[in-house]
C-alpha cells in the first residue's frame, strides 16, 4: 500500500515560496510620458508662395487680431501692378463700404496689407489670395515657366 501524506505534511512548503518579481514604487512625477501638446503660436500661416514672380505669405497674428498678406519684395522693387490693383479692389466692397483692407507698417512684420480677424474679414481674405493666386499662375506661363 502506499503511503498517504499526512496533513502536517502537505502544508509543509517543499521549495522555497514563489515571490513576484519587486515592482518599482512610483513617485509623484513619474506618471507616463504623455503626447507634448502643440505650443500655441500667436502668428500662424496659411498661404506661402515663395516661388515664381509674385511672392506673399497669408497669416493670421493673434496679438494684433489680423489676417496679413505680406509680399516678399527686393529692395526698390515694386508690387506688381496687377497684384496692387487686387489690393486696392479689395478695399471697398461693391457698395462703397469700407472692408477693413488697410496698408500698415508694423513692429513685428514690416509693411502688410491687414484685414480685421473676423468672418467678413476671413471671407475676403480669402477672395484676395484666390485672386493673387490666379496672377501668380498667370504670370509664371507668361515667364514660360510651368506652375506644375
Known sequence: M???KT?????????EPVTA???EERQPGDEPAKKPKREYEPVFGFTSRFTGPLKYRKFTD????VIGFKFNLANQEKL???ALAIMHDHK???DGNPTGLKFKETRAHGKIWQIPNDVEGRALADKIDF????IAHKMEEAQGKSPF
Not at 496533513?7 to 521549495?15: C, G, H, I, N
Not at 485672386?131 to 490666379?134: P, T, Y
Request: hydrophobic share 15%; glycine share 0%.
Open 2 to 4: 502506499a503511503k498517504q
Open 7 to 15: 496533513s502536517e505534511q502537505m502544508q509543509q512548503p517543499t521549495s
Open 21 to 23: 518579481p519587486p515592482t
Open 62 to 65: 493673434a496679438n494684433l487680431k
Open 80 to 82: 506688381p501692378e496687377e
Open 92 to 94: 471697398q466692397d461693391k
Open 131 to 134: 485672386k493673387l493666386s490666379e
